[in-house]
């Protein structure tokens, strides 16, 4: 008889098309509890098979229940075909985050075999399904190898009545480097907004070689978004920064789209909307119920809590801030925002991400600000009082600062390039929070971002722009 040593904390992942007996194996060898089916779960959420949405949620909830297990070192078997390559990975960086063995059973039954006993159960997929799960299990006999598990074993009909499992002490797999991490986790990112930081964040991500889907919530928006990103990318190759080839590439990395739907494939979904805490939540919850759980969520928020955000979700340990700074293809620096469940794991990923991009990170704790809006917002705001008071004009005091402090640009002409509205509404965010004077926004920021005067891109500002 042979026998398949499982250690007593190990994820067990079972690949094999419907009617392979898998499941059947499963009850033989372990108990209800150990066993997490994808099946299970989908019965839990929506009665309704065909409802792509609650099929969705079906996932997320399996992958949080083994998540959940094996954070308690529990042995947990994952009852899924795991036929994709997608579910493969998902729950192979599950099992990496836990730092606990993977151990693949492949169910290799005959397909007559699998359509006999589809034939005998309640819930039949039928001879087409099982013959494309076949395909897929050709594919993922050829892939698992290169996979990277700590065991893998091919079990045909006869193997699967003769083996024993036999539970062996924990053991502790090794964790991940950062180049893995890289490697591993993320792959492709959507991005949430693509106005003037959504759009640059989109540019850097599919510069550095990740494929992009970025989401705007009308055709028009997002259009613009995408001349945007075009517009920048034609400057970087008169500029001699990348090839036309480069620029062509880059761009055929990006898909624009109205729908958050289309955002669940994603491995790291990145938020550029507006700063305004419900709005934020609002987009977090939606996500929350398209996104597998193995998906880390960044908000690019520059002033917000990103403990907050995280309670709109049911992933707060894989949730943090990403806050590039604009304009992001020009600016070095990312604060990485670590919430206050933030996982290191979610911090190592996020990171070694930020500078595949070619980014600085500087990882912060979450307070109001973080740490360079916390140092610069002040001298902004005090720029626009000193304006209110009459102690100089706008273009006096934008000289005075660069001559003076050798600063690249003047207060006036920074506000418009990163935004006046942006300004005010992070000014009123930390305000809110601190009470602390130094942040309270002038009369005068208020009146420009209701008049919608916003700065360069809305082509006026303290300065006019043609």
Same mark, same amino acid.
């Given at each position: 008889?042979?026998?398949?040593?499982?250690?007593?904390?190990?994820?067990?992942?079972?690949?094999?098309?419907?009617?392979?007996?898998?499941?059947?194996?499963?009850?033989?060898?372990?108990?209800?509890?150990?066993?997490?089916?994808?099946?299970?779960?989908?019965?839990?959420?929506?009665?309704?098979?065909?409802?792509?949405?609650?099929?969705?949620?079906?996932?997320?909830?399996?992958?949080?229940?083994?998540?959940?297990?094996?954070?308690?070192?529990?042995?947990?078997?994952?009852?899924?075909? +795991?036929?994709?390559?997608?579910?493969?990975?998902?729950?192979?960086?599950?099992?990496?985050?836990?730092?606990?063995?993977?151990?693949?059973?492949?169910?290799?039954?005959?397909?007559?075999?699998?359509?006999?006993?589809?034939?005998?159960?309640?819930?039949?997929?039928?001879?087409?399904?099982?013959? *494309?799960?076949? *395909?897929?299990?050709?594919?993922?006999?050829?892939?698992?190898?290169?996979?990277?598990?700590?065991?893998? %074993?091919?079990?045909?009909?006869? +193997?699967?009545?003769?083996?024993?499992?036999?539970?062996?002490?924990?053991?502790?797999?090794?964790?991940?480097?950062?180049?893995?991490?890289?490697?591993?986790?993320?792959?492709?990112?959507?991005?949430?907004? @693509?106005?003037?930081?959504?759009?640059?964040?989109?540019?850097?991500?599919?510069?550095?070689?990740?494929?992009?889907?970025?989401?705007?919530?009308?055709?028009?928006?997002?259009?613009?978004?995408?001349?945007?990103?075009?517009?920048?990318?034609?400057?970087?190759?008169?500029?001699?920064?990348?090839?036309?080839?480069?620029?062509?590439?880059?761009?055929?990395?990006?898909?624009?789209?109205?729908?958050?739907?289309?955002?669940?494939?994603?491995?790291?979904?990145?938020?550029?909307?507006?700063?305004?805490?419900?709005?934020?939540?609002?987009?977090?919850?939606?996500?929350?119920?398209?996104?597998?759980?193995?998906?880390?969520?960044?908000?690019?928020?520059?002033?917000?809590?990103?403990?907050?955000?995280?309670?709109?979700?049911?992933?707060?340990?894989?949730? @943090?801030?990403?806050?590039?700074?604009?304009?992001?293809?020009?600016?070095?620096?990312?604060?990485?925002? *670590?919430?206050?469940?933030?996982?290191?794991?979610?911090?190592?990923?996020?990171?070694?991400?930020?500078?595949?991009?070619?980014?600085?990170?500087?990882?912060?704790?979450?307070?109001?600000?973080?740490?360079?809006? %916390?140092?610069?917002?002040?001298?902004?705001?005090? +720029?626009?009082?000193?304006?209110?008071?009459?102690?100089?004009?706008?273009?006096?005091?934008?000289?005075?600062?660069?001559?003076?402090?050798?600063?690249?640009?003047?207060?006036?002409?920074?506000?418009?390039?990163?935004?006046?509205?942006?300004?005010?509404?992070?000014?009123?965010?930390?305000?809110?929070?601190?009470?602390?004077?130094? %942040?309270?926004?002038?009369?005068?920021?208020?009146?420009?971002?209701?008049?919608?005067?916003?700065?360069?891109?809305?082509?006026?500002?303290? %300065?006019?722009?043609?």
């Amino acid at each position: 008889m042979r026998r398949i040593p499982i250690p007593k904390n190990a994820l067990v992942i079972l690949v094999g098309p419907a009617g392979s007996g898998k499941s059947t194996f499963a009850r033989k060898w372990f108990s209800d509890t150990q066993i997490v089916s994808s099946d299970r779960c989908r019965a839990m959420v929506s009665d309704d098979e065909a409802n792509l949405a609650s099929s969705g949620r079906a996932f997320q909830v399996f992958y949080e229940l083994i998540r959940h297990r094996l954070a308690l070192g529990r042995l947990t078997v994952a009852d899924s075909t +795991a036929l994709s390559p997608r579910v493969r990975r998902e729950l192979r960086a599950l099992a990496r985050g836990a730092g606990v063995p993977v151990v693949v059973l492949v169910f290799a039954t005959s397909p007559q075999t699998c359509v006999v006993r589809d034939a005998s159960r309640e819930r039949r997929v039928g001879p087409e399904v099982i013959d *494309r799960h076949h *395909r897929m299990l050709q594919a993922a006999l050829e892939a698992i190898p290169r996979e990277g598990y700590n065991a893998w %074993y091919v079990l045909n009909e006869q +193997a699967q009545e003769e083996v024993i499992i036999e539970l062996t002490e924990p053991q502790m797999a090794r964790r991940a480097t950062r180049k893995e991490v890289r490697e591993m986790a993320i792959q492709r990112v959507g991005v949430v907004g @693509c106005g003037l930081m959504g759009s640059g964040i989109a540019e850097v991500c599919a510069r550095a070689g990740y494929q992009v889907v970025v989401r705007e919530v009308s055709e028009e928006l997002l259009q613009a978004g995408l001349r945007r990103i075009e517009q920048s990318m034609a400057r970087a190759v008169e500029r001699q920064k990348m090839t036309p080839e480069e620029r062509d590439a880059a761009r055929a990395r990006i898909r624009g789209t109205t729908r958050l739907e289309d955002l669940q494939d994603s491995d790291l979904v990145i938020e550029a909307v507006p700063e305004k805490m419900d709005l934020k939540k609002e987009v977090w919850r939606a996500l929350d119920g398209i996104c597998p759980a193995s998906t880390i969520f960044a908000s690019n928020t520059s002033s917000l809590s990103i403990t907050e955000m995280a309670t709109a979700t049911r992933r707060p340990d894989r949730f @943090c801030g990403l806050h590039f700074f604009n304009p992001v293809p020009v600016m070095k620096l990312v604060e990485l925002v *670590r919430g206050y469940s933030t996982s290191e794991e979610t911090v190592a990923t996020c990171r070694a991400f930020a500078e595949s991009l070619g980014k600085t990170v500087v990882v912060v704790k979450d307070h109001p600000g973080f740490l360079v809006n %916390y140092l610069a917002l002040p001298f902004l705001l005090d +720029a626009v009082r000193a304006l209110e008071k009459g102690l100089a004009t706008k273009e006096e005091i934008d000289t005075a600062v660069r001559l003076g402090l050798n600063h690249p640009m003047g207060p006036f002409e920074f506000l418009d390039l990163v935004g006046i509205d942006t300004t005010y509404y992070i000014a009123e965010a930390m305000f809110a929070e601190l009470k602390d004077p130094r %942040y309270a926004p002038p009369v005068l920021l208020k009146q420009m971002t209701l008049a919608g005067l916003h700065g360069r891109k809305t082509g006026r500002g303290f %300065y006019t722009y043609g």
